[in-house]
């Protein structure tokens, strides 16, 4: 797993995404719609993040493996978050983030608490990482 | 879309930073983008005006973009849709494009595709533009069950056209035989409506006491001889359209119910207590004035202006030009055909006839006249010779030089004719003098007597060409008689 997420780290950006979409809109453009991205990346990442604190809370003392004894867990929602960030990560560029929710889509789909919560972690990092290397590219010199 | 190609676009996606992307791409295709998250803020949005394409996301926070994209299709078929989806609802978007979507695409999608898509779009909606006005620059010689190219005729079609999908209340005015019912059905198989029921209702020819039930239905025992429920004319046409022909002879209590039923959509069956609810559009016609009929208080004025939303009039035949040879022809084969006879044409004398003829009683009387003389002729020209007596009339006006615009008086010898279906006292001529008008009854008693007459006093083949039942001429006859006796009005 590991060495998938360094090999996702390699490719974070997806730069032949990110060129046409310069080519189309133009480097003042294209800083305006990564900043609406960013806000609504932090902003879905904040919500995955509150529905892991309470999975941790409900979980304590349960076999994480056991999706049968976590009942509360909001599954619907995390695929609602997992599925819209996967369609702007997608279309940003953002192929590595695109990967890691991706699985974590599919994770909440099938309830697989393991796994989501194996892969919400992925797209938190992935998230930040994105965010990083996009505002050093478009938005520094800013 | 303007003549500078600039489109106008709406946007219906949850997230905002895919919603700004969108709308750069479609910036590109040189359009003007509205973004909305929500699927109500998009109805809203619809409601006050109507873009070119719609660019939308099935999945939405507050409800499914299908159940848009069904609204759209009803209320605005005109708009482009193009949806939005993820790999997990491809089958959604399957079912959208037999919604009525133009096309779909999967995110993540780049600018091209979203481009490539757009432009078809765009080219299919100017295509579609092209031949909708090309469509309506072409005169039309027949149009929903009716014949004819005539500019009268023409506008009328144009007024259907238009009139078809709403469901504003329309009143169909035009003298006898001009096509009403024809009009009446016409609105209801152009507009949206189609697929439900078209119920058409002769206020003339029920009986008063029964013709709420007609239009209203009713319970079992609510009068002598309702023996079950039954449904009424507004509960058969519920979703589709109801016609009143004849709206004049109604009377005005019920006037007073119909006008409460057009108000509310809702009424009571006679004898019951519950209330029916039912979407009607509601298509009336006279041959009487109708605001005549307003002023002498003999029709509701408030239902009047109920009714008479959008009217239409529909030309009599003298006013249609060409149309009368159009028609000729069309009866001229279709009367061929089931009398098994060979007639290829008229003669040009014929012809001029017609055309100078004033037809009072319009498109069924030149029906009436064609059928008469195929079924009482054999030859391949339909002749001079061959005409009814009121057109003989024509004839000899034609022969004298004597021939007039029909709205100038033409004053008849009384000698001119004995055998005319009108005496030559009163061939059909523009009124220009109370004294010139004669009552209905008598030129009706007049016509029939003479194609009594002309049938060698076979009254059942004088009812077949007359086209109404043997019956009805008995029944004529003897209102004639008692009207002979006492000064009443015969009419039936």
């Known amino acids: 797993m590991t060495a998938q997420i360094l090999a996702n780290e390699d490719s974070l950006l997806d730069e032949k995404i990110l060129s046409e979409l310069v080519d189309l809109v133009g480097e003042e453009s294209m800083a305006r719609m990564l900043q609406v991205f960013l806000t609504e990346l932090k902003e879905r990442l904040a919500i995955l993040n509150e529905i892991y604190l309470w999975i941790n809370k409900e979980s304590e003392g349960y076999d ?10 909001d599954f619907k929602e995390i695929e609602i978050q997992a599925h819209t960030l996967k369609s702007c990560a997608g279309s940003f560029g953002a192929s590595a983030l695109f990967e890691a929710v991706k699985q974590l889509e599919n994770a909440a789909k099938s309830e697989d608490l393991a796994f989501v919560i194996e892969n919400i972690l992925k797209v938190e990092k992935f998230g930040q990482l994105s965010k990083e290397s996009l505002k050093q590219r478009f938005m520094m010199s800013k | 879309m303007n003549a500078k190609g600039v489109f106008s676009a709406l946007i219906i996606e949850d997230s905002m930073s895919l919603g700004a992307l969108y709308t750069e791409y479609l910036r590109a295709e040189k359009a003007s983008v509205t973004h909305v998250n929500y699927g109500s803020d998009a109805l809203n949005e619809l409601k006050q005006w109507q873009p070119d394409i719609l660019v939308l996301d099935i999945q939405l926070p507050d409800m499914s973009g299908m159940d848009i994209l069904a609204y759209v299709r009803e209320y605005y078929p005109d708009i482009t849709v193009i949806m939005i989806t993820a790999h997990a609802t491809v089958d959604l978007a399957v079912d959208a494009m037999k919604a009525g979507a133009f096309d779909f695409l999967i995110k993540p999608f780049d600018a091209k595709r979203l481009s490539f898509i757009v432009r078809n779009a765009l080219k299919q909606r100017q295509l579609a533009n092209l031949v909708s006005k090309y469509e309506n620059s072409l005169s039309k010689d027949h149009y929903m069950g009716f014949i004819g190219d005539s500019i009268a005729m023409q506008a009328v079609y144009r007024i259907i ?5 709403s ?3 329309v009143f169909i005015m035009g003298e006898s035989g001009t096509g009403k019912e024809v009009c009446a059905e016409a609105i209801h198989q152009v507009g949206n409506r189609q697929s439900e029921a078209f119920v058409a209702l002769n206020c003339a020819s029920i009986p008063k006491d029964l013709i709420e039930s007609e239009i209203f239905g009713h319970t079992k025992g609510a009068f002598t001889g309702a023996v079950s429920n039954r449904e009424g004319a507004a509960t058969r046409s519920h979703k589709g359209t109801l016609f009143l022909d004849e709206i004049c002879e109604m009377d005005l209590a019920l006037q007073s119910k119909l006008l409460r039923f057009i108000q509310t959509g809702s009424f009571q069956r006679v004898g019951g207590v519950k209330e029916e609810v039912v979407d009607v559009r509601f298509v009336s016609a006279t041959n009487r004035i109708i605001w005549e009929e307003v002023k002498a208080g003999r029709f509701r004025e408030d239902l009047f202006y109920r009714l008479h939303v959008i009217p239409i009039d529909l030309p009599p035949l003298r006013d249609r030009g060409r149309d009368i ?20 044409g008229f003669s040009p004398e014929v012809e001029n006839i017609f055309e100078h003829y004033s037809w009072p009683g319009n498109v069924r009387q030149l029906q009436n006249v064609i059928r008469q003389m195929i079924v009482l002729n054999k030859s391949d020209l339909i002749d001079v010779d061959m005409l009814p007596a009121e057109l003989m009339q024509m004839r000899q006006e034609i022969a004298g030089n004597n021939i007039k615009p029909l709205n100038q008086d033409s004053k008849k010898n009384h000698n001119d004719s004995n055998i005319s279906l009108f005496s030559s006292d ?20 007049q016509t029939i007597e003479e194609a009594i007459a002309v049938c060698g006093g076979n009254v059942p083949k004088a009812a077949t060409l007359l086209e109404i039942s043997a019956s009805t001429i008995y029944r004529k006859k003897q209102a004639w008689e008692e009207f002979e006796n006492k000064p009443c009005n015969p009419s039936l």
């Open chain 2, 161 to 165: 056209g238009n009139v078809a999908n």
């Open chain 1, 64 to 73: 994480k493996s056991d999706g049968s004894k976590h009942r509360n867990i």
């Open chain 2, 325 to 344: 040879d159009l028609l000729s022809n069309k009866f001229l084969q279709e009367y061929n055909k089931e009398e098994d006879k060979s007639f290829t």
């Open chain 2, 167 to 169: 469901k504003a209340s």
């Open chain 2, 426 to 445: 009163n061939v059909p001529r523009k009124l220009q003098d109370e004294k010139d008008i004669m009552p209905l009854w008598l030129s009706e008693k």
